[in-house]
Structure formats: structure tokens, C-alpha cells
Nanobody, 114 residues
Framework: QVQLVESGGGLMQPGGSLRLSCAVS????????MGWYRQAPGKQRELVAV???????TYADSVKGRFTISRDAIKNTVNLQMNSLKPEDTAVYYC????????WGQGTQVTVSS
């Protein structure tokens, strides 16, 4: 059974940094991409960053230059380094893996506040 477990969320002051990690357990055939989405209260879930199996990365305009996504294919993890955090980054962050199916983690809360 496939499981995605996120870690690394929490409370951070504006301008600070957090690193999210997602550990994937179980077997997933032909992973096309791994990524991070977020959902703020009252808003729809949105793409934050994604990395394809070939290493191509895509970022939301709002996080470009501040967030970096990386993948460890051996450990089967995907990470999100978040720098220069802003209050508007506050949301629940979800790990996503796309293959022939679509897998989601349970989410981790990130709160940016002074």
C-alpha cells in the first residue's frame, strides 16, 4: 500500500525558512512527477512546485526564487526548501505523486506569522 508522509511544517516568523519532506513508501510504477500543493483557508488547493522524473521543475509565480523543490530517487523522498517565508505562504501543504494514479499525503500545516 502506498503512503506519503509529510514532515517539517510548523510556525515560522516572516523571512524565516522551513524545509518540508515527503517520504513515499510502497511501490509506485512509473512515477511521472512529485510535487507540493497547498491550500489556505477558504481557498482552492494550488500548485506550489513540481519536479518530473526527468528533473524538470515548475514553480508557482508566487514562490519563484524563494522555494526549491528537490527529489531523492533512491530514498524516494521529495523535499521543499522554503526561504523568505511570507504570511501569505500560510497553508496546509500536501505532497503529491503522479503516476498512472494520483497519490496525496495527509498534509502538514505551515504558519507564517510574527
Amino acid at each position: 500500500q502506498v503512503q506519503l508522509v509529510e514532515s517539517g511544517g510548523g510556525l515560522m516568523q516572516p523571512g524565516g525558512s522551513l524545509r518540508l519532506s515527503c517520504a513515499v513508501s510502497g511501490s509506485i510504477f512509473r512515477i511521472a512527477s512529485m510535487g507540493w500543493y497547498r491550500q489556505a483557508p477558504g481557498k482552492q488547493r494550488e500548485l506550489v512546485a513540481v519536479i518530473t522524473s526527468g528533473g524538470t521543475t515548475t514553480y508557482a509565480d508566487s514562490v519563484k526564487g524563494r522555494f526549491t523543490i528537490s527529489r531523492d530517487a533512491i530514498k524516494n523522498t521529495v523535499n521543499l526548501q522554503m526561504n523568505s517565508l511570507k504570511p501569505e505562504d500560510t497553508a496546509v501543504y500536501y505532497c503529491n505523486v503522479r503516476s498512472i494514479a494520483n497519490y496525496w499525503g495527509q498534509g502538514t500545516q505551515v504558519t507564517v506569522s510574527s
